[in-house]
């Protein structure tokens, strides 16, 4: 019943931008937090973006600070990572989640987070 979609990746050059969703449903929407996370290929799970659905509170890994923007639309369970100054680095697939309990210490641990998307693939082009 729980269940959480991606969409919006694509291929885009450096430089570019990309907004990528995430329609959650089956949960309390409100009193969860919605991560973003992405895997390139080799590499482990890397968090990107988290939100406090509730009251709004965000955090964001140093890599993407000041590039990337995450928010939410209580009213439609969705959650959006709009992604500008795109860089070769930033290709992975990535991938949506949600958590009851999230922190600043915890909120990039991808093995607290309970329900996983499919993942949407980011490719970014030099």
């Known amino acids: 019943e729980v269940q959480l979609v991606e969409s919006g990746g694509g291929l885009v050059q450096a430089g570019g931008s990309l907004r990528l969703s995430c329609a959650a449903s089956?949960?309390?929407?409100?009193?969860?937090?919605i991560g973003w996370f992405r895997q390139a290929p080799g590499k482990d799970r890397e968090g990107v973006s988290c939100?406090?659905?509730?009251?709004?509170?965000?955090w964001y890994a140093e890599s993407v600070r000041g590039r990337f923007t995450i928010s939410s639309d209580k009213a439609k369970n969705m959650v959006y990572l709009q992604m500008n100054s795109l860089k070769p680095e930033d290709t992975a697939v990535y991938y949506c989640?949600?958590?009851?309990?999230?922190?600043?210490?915890?909120?990039?641990?991808?093995?607290?987070?309970?329900?996983w998307g499919q993942g949407t693939p980011v490719t970014v082009s030099a």
């Open positions: 989640a949600a958590d009851f309990v999230v922190g600043d210490s915890s909120w990039f641990l991808s093995s607290l987070y309970d329900h």
């Open positions: 939100i406090s659905i509730g009251d709004g509170h965000s």
């Open positions: 089956g949960f309390a929407f409100d009193r969860y937090s």
